[in-house]
């Protein structure tokens, strides 16, 4: 009886870990590094789960990075379940699952975020990065007004290849390559403070929103008309653009 009940207790343990969000991110990053085992590894160098230090302070956590002649490839996975939709400006996307809607922060910014810290790190301007988002197939895609390649994993590899115009040599992939793979912290503790940063990123933008200060330049936020009908926005626009999901 002991027995039995030690193992229920340990089932119900697991299925709590593979539905938390890390556990589920860590799925979708190990689907991901699957499908980038298709491209050619000759000529694409690929590079997962780089955490690269800024002059900050701060960590960027980069997913998976490929490097080629074709440019530098910046992919942030997600694995969503249920409706996502978002549009290319939009600060925040929505997730629609079972009728109730959750917000999350836009992963184009969020890889943007990424590409400057890689910016950042390698100390060169010329960088052609290509960002991709790569979704896995629990999530529907409703997106509007893309530029930036929002795909599935299992289009990822194809996403990668239509870029056939060769913009960086063969040293200089060799010399991205040798740049990125020593940035990597390993270890719990700056991982960990890693991802306390972002959560107090967020809540001090927050905070700043509900105080009626916009995030990104510290004006006053006022309701604006647009023709979709009101909402919330920077008082500095056009200078400033960001306006509350």
Same mark, same amino acid.
């Given at each position: 009886?002991?027995?039995?009940l030690?193992a229920?207790?340990?089932?119900? +343990?697991?299925?709590r870990?593979?539905?938390s969000?890390k556990?589920k ?9 699957r499908?980038? %085992?298709?491209l ?6 690929v590079?997962?789960d780089?955490?690269i230090?800024r002059a900050?302070?701060?960590t960027?956590?980069?997913? #998976?990075?490929? +490097?080629?002649?074709y440019?530098v490839?910046?992919?942030?996975t997600? !694995?969503?379940?249920?409706? +996502? ?5 939009s600060?925040y996307w929505?997730q629609?699952?079972?009728r109730?809607k959750e %917000? ?6 969020? !890889?943007?975020g #990424? ?6 790190h390698? @100390?060169d301007?010329?960088?052609p990065?290509?960002? +991709?988002?790569?979704?896995t197939a629990?999530?529907?895609l409703?997106?509007k007004e893309?530029?930036?390649?929002v795909?599935y ?16 040599s063969?040293e200089q992939v060799? @010399?991205? @390559? ?7 912290i #390993?270890t719990?503790?700056e991982r ?9 990123n ?6 700043l929103?509900?105080a009626?200060?916009?995030?990104r330049?510290?004006?006053k936020?006022?309701?604006r @008309?647009?023709? !979709?009908?009101p909402?919330i926005?920077?008082s500095s ?7 509350k999901a």
């Open positions: 009886m002991i027995y039995l030690v229920f207790i340990l089932i119900l +343990i697991s299925i870990v593979l539905k969000p556990m991110g860590k799925i979708g990053e190990s689907d991901v590094r499908k980038l %085992r298709k050619d590894s000759e000529e694409y160098k590079l997962h780089l955490m230090r900050n302070g701060r960027s956590q980069i997913d #998976h990075v490929v +490097i080629s002649r440019g490839f910046v992919i942030e997600k !694995n969503y379940k249920g409706w +996502i939709m978002g549009s290319e400006k600060e929505t629609v699952l079972y109730r %917000r999350l922060y836009s992963p184009i910014r969020q !890889n943007y #990424h590409i400057k810290a890689l910016e950042e390698l @100390q301007g010329t960088i990065f290509v960002s +991709i988002i790569a979704f629990r999530a529907e409703k997106l893309m530029t930036t390649d795909v994993a299992t289009d990822l590899a194809a996403t990668i290849r239509k870029y056939k115009d060769a913009v960086l063969d060799r @010399q991205v @390559q040798k740049a990125l793979s020593s940035p990597k #390993h719990f503790k960990k403070k890693h991802v306390s940063d972002i959560k107090r967020l809540e001090e933008k927050e905070s929103v509900n009626g200060i916009c995030p330049c510290k004006s936020l006022v309701e @008309q647009g023709k !979709n009908g909402f926005g920077c626009f056009p200078k400033c653009r960001y306006t």
